[in-house]
């Protein structure tokens, strides 16, 4: 169901054909990667945070984790990750699919610095099998994020 939210909002965009699905799980970096045949940190993580009482959602390169004190600094706040049943009801997509593409209402995007360094990525595109490459300027444009925030470490 939620591919075909994301599927939708691609087809305005006319880059629906885009999008890739797999036999296999890529709901991990690791499995995504196996599936899409690229290195992990390639693989643009989507991870969900809660913030003032609103759904924020950061994307990451996959060999990124967030560095809690860069994290408070620019969001006011600890870093605290959804639940499961918090991240479906809030952003739309389950564990495994979470995307910054037709993200819930009041749901904001933020593409850390980390995926700079690559020409292209890999998203999930809202199911637990499926992905889609885009360079980092089309990430930026299809899912109508905030900005760019620098609020990850280890990949340096």
């Known amino acids: ?10 087809e305005r965009w006319g880059i629906a054909e885009r999008i890739l699905e797999f036999d296999v799980s890529s709901a991990t970096v690791e499995l995504a990667a196996r599936a899409i045949g ?9 991870l969900s945070f809660m913030v003032d009482g609103k759904a924020v959602l950061i994307v990451a390169a996959g060999d990124a984790k967030i560095d809690n004190p860069k994290y408070k600094a620019r969001f006011g706040t600890k ?8 991240v479906t009801r809030l952003t739309g997509y389950d ?5 910054p593409f037709a993200a819930g209402d009041g749901v904001s995007v933020w593409l850390d610095e ?17 992905a889609v490459e885009l360079t980092v300027g089309e990430l930026e444009k ?7 925030v620098d609020v990850c470490k280890g990949w340096r």
Do not use: H, N
């Open 114 to 130: 980390s995926l700079k360094r690559f020409e292209t990525v890999f998203p999930a595109c809202g199911s637990s099998s499926s």
């Open 142 to 148: 299809y899912s109508d994020c905030r900005g760019w």
């Open 95 to 99: 564990v495994g699919g979470v995307c």
């Open 79 to 86: 870093a605290k990750m959804l639940a499961p049943d918090e």
């Open 38 to 46: 690229c290195e992990p940190q390639r693989i643009a993580k989507t």
């Open 1 to 10: 169901m939620s591919i075909a939210k994301v599927r939708a909002c691609f």
